[in-house]
């Protein structure tokens, strides 16, 4: 059993900074792409950022400049460094991975979300 579990989140003003992180744990042989999704009040789930095993880096265009992905990949963690937050970017966010529990078995895991809230 894998289990995604995400901290970070809370309430901060226009223009400030939170980081996100999520961790990895359980039967894990490797974990391939991490990432980010939020999911705004009555909208779909989009993606934020995504991150590979060998670095290899996407945002979305919303996003670019403001937020940082990173990984620690010895951990199973993968982190979302956002700064000069505004309030569009106010969401439950969900981590993701592709976890590996061998080398012929895995699956797409998704974290409980953490709720950023952006509002002054």
């Known amino acids: 059993q894998v289990q995604l579990v995400e901290s970070g989140g809370g309430l901060v003003q226009p223009g400030g900074s939170l980081r996100l992180s999520c961790i990895a744990s359980g039967s894990i042989y490797r974990v391939n792409i991490m990432g980010w999704y939020r999911q705004a009040p009555g909208q779909q789930r989009e993606l934020v950022a995504t991150i590979t095993a060998s670095g290899r880096i996407r945002y979305a265009d919303s996003v670019e400049d403001r937020f940082t992905i990173s990984r620690n990949n010895a951990k199973y963690t993968v982190y979302l460094e956002m700064t000069t937050l505004k309030p569009e970017d106010t969401a439950v966010y969900y981590c993701?991975?592709?976890?590996?529990?061998?080398?012929?078995?895995?699956?797409?895991?998704w974290g409980q979300g953490t709720q950023v809230t952006v509002s002054s």
């Open positions: 993701n991975a592709d976890v590996r529990t061998s080398m012929w078995e895995g699956d797409m895991y």
